[in-house]
């Protein structure tokens, strides 16, 4: 059987599950997920400067989510994940004097370019409340060029068994829109052993084994907390 017929259903069980392609549930909306590197020693220093931007956006028009998250075991790393209504959206917020200030305040401590990968929501859930202890897993997958429709369908179907786990809060599929064989899996989880006990249900395992040959890198998840 090839993955197609996978990709059917799975695109049919998400529909009953809350998980849809986002060009069903939200047309237009762009996503963004951006990482950020700065010096060990401001780790602590650029938590503010974040937390300004986050405060920000989210009182800008057309934003519908915007989160800044610390990585779990490198906190000198960040991670900032946007929902905008539309591109236009976006746009208006990277120009305003708010992002404008972020970045003249950032240039300092970065120890390498801010990586932002503008995306669409490829399969988008519903999230579920969540509490300080959740742990946020943004994991970034390539897929090799012939095999992507192959591997994106094994990712559909992995969201959806994941999203039935009653651990997990959040599990969403984002295609970078100039490179659309990368993708981004963000899953929000209620807490580490949750993530833990994931990483090893069935579902995983058969996605992991049938992800090798169609992977073009190493499977790159890295574990964050929300900053408050």
């Given at each position: ?12 069980a ?11 549930q939200n ?7 951006s ?18 931007l ?8 057309g ?18 994940r ?14 305003a004097a708010?992002?404008a ?9 970065l ?5 932002e ?23 970034h ?27 997990n ?7 970078q829109g ?6 981004t899996?963000?899953?929000v989880?209620r807490?580490?052993a ?14 992991r084994?049938?992800l ?11 574990l ?5």
């Open positions: 059987m090839t993955m197609l017929r996978p990709l059917a259903i799975a695109i049919a998400g529909l009953i599950a809350g998980i849809s392609p986002a060009n069903a047309a237009g909306a762009t996503y963004v997920v990482y950020i590197e700065v010096a060990p020693s401001a780790r602590t220093v650029v938590v503010p400067v974040l937390r300004a986050r405060d920000a956006a989210r009182k800008e028009a934003n519908s989510n915007f989160d800044v998250l610390q990585r779990i075991g490198q906190p000198q790393h960040f991670a900032i946007e929902v905008w209504k539309d591109a236009k959206a976006r746009d208006v917020h990277a120009a708010p992002a200030q972020f970045r003249d305040k950032m240039k300092s401590y120890a390498a370019p801010i990586d990968r503008p995306s669409t929501g490829y399969a988008v859930g519903q999230p579920k409340a969540s509490g300080s202890g959740a742990v946020y897993a943004l994991t997958v390539d897929l090799i060029g012939a095999k992507k429709d192959d591997g994106i369908a094994a990712l559909k179907q992995l969201s959806v068994d994941s999203m039935k786990e009653p651990g809060l959040r599990y969403d599929l984002w295609q100039n490179r659309p064989n990368h993708l899996v963000i899953e989880w807490s580490k949750a993530l833990e006990k994931h990483d090893v249900a069935e579902h995983t395992r058969k996605f084994d049938a090798l040959p169609m992977s073009g890198s190493l499977y790159d998840q890295r964050y907390r929300a900053i408050d």
